[in-house]
């Protein structure tokens, strides 16, 4: 009798594929209990198999209770709703390109592992001894409450200092209208959770922050995605979008685009607003790169808006700790109240302590130095992660007038996915252009912060990588 494989490296049959196909789509909640399963015909014919094929999984569902039969009306789902499995809610990708995956990677990352694609600055580069003197002085501060929990809105002092700093990038916004939140994402998930429900939809950018992927199949929306220029979205493209699929929010970035360095021009901005007013689109705008630009502030939407359809997040993990857990989001004044009420619900209160501690950081001279140095050194870095892209063959979609990251194409058609897959197995991590987006068009790209990208050892693995995906064909 011949060895067999355990059934869990079998290749699956088509009438188990049939099935994980819609156990999947119930464990993400596209199929809820009650709802009525395709036909056989019409799902035979979207899968590609026979209607024998898709009655067999069907009586097997129905055998194990997941389905149940109703004479002359069809098959639906049975029994509660089932828990939400996150990562079945998206399309299976192999691990380096899966949003998820790439998220856990970099967090319970090796310390030797190279990761020019990362999203965040070397330890090295932030001010550490900064914050050294702000916690000394917090922790001697005797009239401040270190035990307690903070005010529903958050900590007074910081909210003031935060209204002054957006009103230098043109938003003019009262401290009473600053929501601290635990982080910028916070910030995005109160909003989402107070402006859309489960079916709704919200666009986003085309690339985007790849973790806002996850969290809008968390929050169980439609996700429809708009193409990008250098100077903000193509706003063509975005009218047709809104009248098409009518999303409740749009989220983007307006200065130094995370993952294209792209900054939002105010001839793009007009335009963008007075499309969002027409079909009554929200728009959330991410603003944590904010301090990175050297220059003239971008474009705000908040600021030509007054908060009037824009919300506004943002915090200071990139320019002072990853660690420091204080985000913020500004809204207009009669939506303050309900957002504050929903982070009464899920979290009672931000972090007293990591808002006194960023007041501190913020209101000491260090600050504004640390950030004059970190441009310029960014400068330099960018200067020189663009010339060795250049030199490996790769082409910047565009030349960033500032921050970290660097939006570029692999020649000769190369996969993105793959050349990572390659690049990990010499120790070092890439950010394909398919983590960012759903669409074709970022196959071929890679993302690369200059501040990481400083280690030759990140160069000399992509260029071999680069050789053998040349070498090999890329999967299917």
């Given amino acids: 009798m011949l060895d067999r494989p355990p059934p869990e490296n079998r290749a699956p049959t088509r009438v188990g594929a049939v099935m994980a196909s819609l156990k999947g789509r119930m464990d993400s909640r596209a199929l809820a209990p009650g709802a009525r399963l395709p036909s056989v015909r019409a ?51 192999e691990p380096v390109a899966d ?43 005797r009239a401040f409450r270190k035990t307690q929990y903070d005010s529903p809105i958050g900590y007074a002092p910081l909210r003031r200092q935060l209204a002054v700093r957006l009103g230098e990038r043109g938003v003019a916004a009262s401290p009473e ?98 499309l969002a ?26 600021g030509f808006d007054g908060l009037e359809r824009v919300i506004q997040v943002g915090s200071y993990s990139k320019t002072i700790s990853a660690a420091l857990r204080c985000g913020y ?11 504050v009420d929903l982070k009464l619900a899920t979290s009672l209160s931000s972090s007293r302590f990591a808002a006194a501690f960023l007041h501190r950081m913020l209101t000491e001279a260090g600050y504004r130095r640390h950030l004059g140095a970190l441009r310029a050194r960014l400068a330099e870095a960018m200067g020189r992660t663009l010339a060795r892209l250049k030199a490996g063959g790769l082409t910047p979609w565009i030349a960033p007038s500032g921050g970290m990251f660097v939006w570029a194409r692999l020649p000769d058609g190369l996969d993105a996915t793959q050349v990572a897959r390659l690049g990990l197995r010499n ?50």
Avoid: C
Avoid at 58 to 66: P, S, T
Avoid at 67 to 93: D, I, K, N, Q
Avoid at 103 to 129: M, T, Y
Avoid at 277 to 302: C, M, S, W, Y
């Fill in 427 to 476: 120790g070092v991590a890439l950010a394909p252009g398919p983590v960012f987006s759903a669409s074709d068009e970022a196959r071929s790209f890679l993302r690369f912060n200059a501040a990481a990208s400083v280690s030759p050892r990140g160069f000399e693995a992509l260029d071999q990588a680069m050789a053998a995906a040349a070498r090999e064909p890329a999967a299917p």
């Fill in 99 to 141: 949003w998820l995956w790439s998220i856990r990677a970099a967090l319970d990352a090796d310390p030797d592992l190279v990761q020019p694609g990362s999203g965040w600055l070397p330890e090295s580069w932030l001010p550490e001894l900064g914050m050294q003197r702000a916690l000394r002085d917090l922790a001697r501060d």
């Fill in 43 to 93: 799902l035979a014919t979207s899968l590609a198999v026979s209607k024998s094929t898709v009655v067999e999984a069907y009586d097997r569902l129905v055998a194990e209770g997941a389905v149940v039969a109703r004479r002359g009306s069809g098959f639906f789902v049975a029994g509660p709703t089932r828990p939400l499995v996150l990562a079945r809610t998206v399309e299976r990708r």
């Fill in 177 to 274: 209208q600053i929501v601290l939140t635990e982080s910028s994402t916070q910030g995005v998930d109160l909003a989402l959770r107070f402006l859309v429900q489960p079916g709704d939809t919200v666009a986003v950018d085309d690339p985007s922050y790849f973790r806002l992927l996850p969290l809008l199949n968390a929050h169980r929306v439609n996700i429809v995605a708009a193409p990008l220029t250098p100077k903000g979205p193509d706003v063509e493209a975005l009218a047709n979008l809104f009248a098409t699929h009518a999303p409740r929010v749009y989220l983007t970035i307006a200065g130094l685009h995370n993952p294209t360095g792209a900054s939002l021009s105010a001839a793009v901005a007009h335009r963008l607003l007075k």
């Fill in 277 to 302: 007013e027409r079909h009554d689109v929200v728009i959330i705008e991410d603003e944590i790169f904010a301090d990175f630009e050297p220059g003239p502030p971008a474009a705000r939407l908040a």
């Fill in 329 to 339: 989001l500004a809204v207009r004044p009669d939506w303050v109240d309900p957002i």
